[in-house]
């Protein structure tokens, strides 16, 4: 991270993570393609409603796990074997007691979460039966993403990949086992992807107990030590907030959409499967810039950070041309794979070529922010987000929605909330580096 070539060691540190986000979407993947064969397009679009809320909670939990990363991280480099343990015990129980409180608001809110998002009567109460059961393995998905922060900071990738991949496959089988066998349909599929959050859970604890060093679990040592809870809050929550934003933004869009019908929903929830994949790896390559700018920012190497930034960019410009070029060009296929019915691949097609065919501005989203997490300010990328996202979503779905209300309408509301954001992001980078000089030279 520190000296040579960026590209190749940017690349190297992402794929792993982007591989490992693939595989958690892949749980909602597999629901929504066992629905659409064997259920039907009601159910897709049940389940497509349910995305937008199951996503702000996982996104928290991604967030708020970077700061037991960065916090676990920091212990080990500096050799403190004991803090070390602290550490880890204090982000595990976290995990445990984040989990617990958000299953706690997600049955409470279920009703009032799905009304205000104007889900049909039709599909109201199979979207209700799949959150209420789903929400129940919010404690698993807090502790897998805990735990896998814990040994990522070690620089493991490799337990957390196989704990999720035996985890999807079982969660595949449980899903054509509960729909084609056992007939339990949406309620069925539900509880196959809560069960497999708790073997993939169950896997990596098992692990990291059985785990030699600096990190290892002792589950008769729980204990949460305030210094090291307060400090993974305050790191990882901006994160958490800023993934948020986009979850919260897309609570509008789906509400907007939902008022167009099921077959539009159905449509939009299969080609949302698309375009989450793609980002994963957007999302990876973010994440490693914030690391590599934090090694160089920390060894005082301020022109290496961003040169950094610079690799990224190349990075993230050549993935983000080759690969929407690629799902638009075969969207078609790709929406049809999920739901073969004629009209729900025409609008689906649509929001592929909105959102993923503008995904080069999203990318850079994901650069800038990342960027400056990497220097310690994660708090403005987040308030920025939050203003120009939001802000800009939200005023054009009650203006020229309901002047327009038509699909494709919706759709503009992507491109034109990344492109002021992305230009907000570079001015706060262009000052905060500048800053930086200035600090680093009186130094």
């Not at 958000?102 to 979460?113: F, P």
């Not at 393995?137 to 337990?159: C, D, E, K, L």
């Not at 600096?214 to 307060?230: D, K, N, P, Q, V």
Request: charged share 10%; glycine share 10%.
């Amino acid at each position: 991270m520190l000296h040579g070539p960026l590209l190749g060691p940017l690349v190297r540190f992402a794929l792993p993570l982007a591989f490992t986000a693939v595989l958690q979407q892949l749980f909602n993947t597999a629901d929504v393609f066992v629905l659409g064969q064997f259920v039907g397009s009601e159910a897709i679009a049940a389940v497509g409603n349910d995305a937008p809320v199951i996503a702000i909670f996982v996104t928290l939990f991604v967030g708020i796990s970077l700061g037991a990363n960065v916090v676990i991280a920091k212990c080990i480099g500096a050799h403190r074997l004991r803090e070390t343990m602290d550490a880890v015990h204090t982000a595990f129980l976290l995990a445990l007691l984040l989990g617990a409180l958000l299953t706690i608001v997600g049955e409470l809110l279920s009703d009032w979460m799905l009304a205000a998002l104007g889900v049909p009567e039709e599909v109201t109460a199979g979207a209700e039966r799949y959150l209420r059961i789903y929400m129940l393995g919010m404690p698993a998905i807090g502790v897998y993403n805990f735990v896998a922060a814990i040994f990522r900071s070690r620089g493991n990738t490799q337990t957390p990949l196989i704990a999720l991949a035996v985890a999807s496959f079982l969660n595949i089988a449980l899903n054509l086992l509960a729909v084609e066998v056992l007939d339990m349909g949406i309620g069925g599929v539900a509880a196959a992807t809560a069960i497999a959050n708790y073997v993939a859970a169950g896997l990596l604890v098992r692990a990291l107990c059985a785990a030699h060093g600096t990190i290892h679990l002792e589950l008769g040592a729980l204990r949460l030590t305030g210094i090291y809870a307060r400090e993974i809050l305050r790191i990882g929550l901006p994160a958490g907030v800023q993934g948020m934003v986009f979850c919260l933004s897309n609570l509008v869009i789906q509400a907007a959409i939902n008022s167009l019908g099921p077959t539009v929903m159905a449509a939009s929830s299969a080609a949302f499967l698309i375009e989450i994949n793609i980002y994963c790896f957007m999302m990876s390559f973010g994440q490693a810039v914030t690391t590599f700018v934090g090694q160089n920012y920390g060894a005082g190497q301020l022109a290496r950070c961003h040169q950094v930034l610079l690799a990224g960019a190349k990075l993230m410009c050549t993935f983000t041309i080759i690969v929407p070029a690629l799902a638009c060009t075969f969207a078609a296929t790709l929406v049809g794979f999920v739901d073969p019915h004629p009209e729900v691949i025409a609008v689906g097609c649509e929001r592929v070529y909105f959102v993923v065919g503008f995904y080069f501005l999203d990318g850079l989203v994901e650069l800038f922010s990342g960027a400056l997490r990497g220097y310690g300010c994660s708090l403005p990328p987040a308030v920025i987000s939050l203003v120009a996202i939001c802000g800009v979503r939200i005023v054009w779905v009650y203006t020229a929605f309901v002047a327009w209300p038509a699909f494709r309408v919706i759709m503009y509301a992507y491109p034109l909330s990344w492109a002021p954001t992305v230009v907000l992001l570079m001015l706060m980078y262009r000052f905060y580096r500048k800053n930086l000089k200035v600090v680093h030279t009186l130094g």
